[in-house]
């Protein structure tokens, strides 16, 4: 697992490459892409492989939160979800 700043990290979150920051982290689960802040409760953002789409967490959780969102954001068009509806995409499994 690659370890690197959050300020560095949105090079692995644009390329989906699973890595550990400073309280944040990208990981493959069920063939999705879930990248998160403060552990496996808070998903900022998922890749979903079904759609091809990226979608971001519209729930605000902490001020830190909010700077890993900053730094973490792919920069690609996200859509938004609440942290429920993130668990259900990551935790679905396409056949």
Partial sequence: MTKTTNSNARHF???RIEFTGSNTFGRWV???YAVY????????????AFDAEWYQNSDKYSTTTSKHTTQL?????????????LFTLINKTYA
């Fill in 73 to 85: 954001h792919p920069l690609f068009e996200c859509k938004s979800l609440n942290t429920h509806e």
């Fill in 13 to 15: 979150v644009r390329n």
């Fill in 37 to 48: 802040s403060y552990g496996l409760h808070f998903p900022i953002f998922v890749w979903c």
């Fill in 30 to 32: 069920n063939g999705n």
